[in-house]
């Protein structure tokens, strides 16, 4: 009796699956990571009176910096009135 071979597409399947549950882990801790960063951003501006905007709309680098009326992008310098 001849003999079966394995079903590529099995395989091919639960190889993909494996790859979309580490891309999903990777994904969790990148999203927990950016909280982390962002509280710790958000609560370093409140004790030296930063707060912290949007994107700079110059190079698109880094968040902006509000500080006494003045609003400036700390990757690029680009500065502009609140």
Not at 8 to 37: F, T, Y
């Amino acid at each position: 009796m001849p003999r079966s071979l394995p079903n590529p597409g099995l395989k091919r399947d639960r190889v993909l699956r494996a790859q979309l549950a580490d891309l999903n882990e990777r994904l969790e801790a990148s999203e927990q990571r950016h909280r982390q960063l962002h509280n710790t951003v958000t609560a370093l501006g409140r004790e030296v009176g930063v707060s912290v905007g949007s994107p700079c709309g110059h190079c698109n680098e880094s968040y902006m910096l509000i500080k006494r009326g003045c609003m400036y992008c700390p990757r690029c310098g680009h500065s502009g009135a609140v």
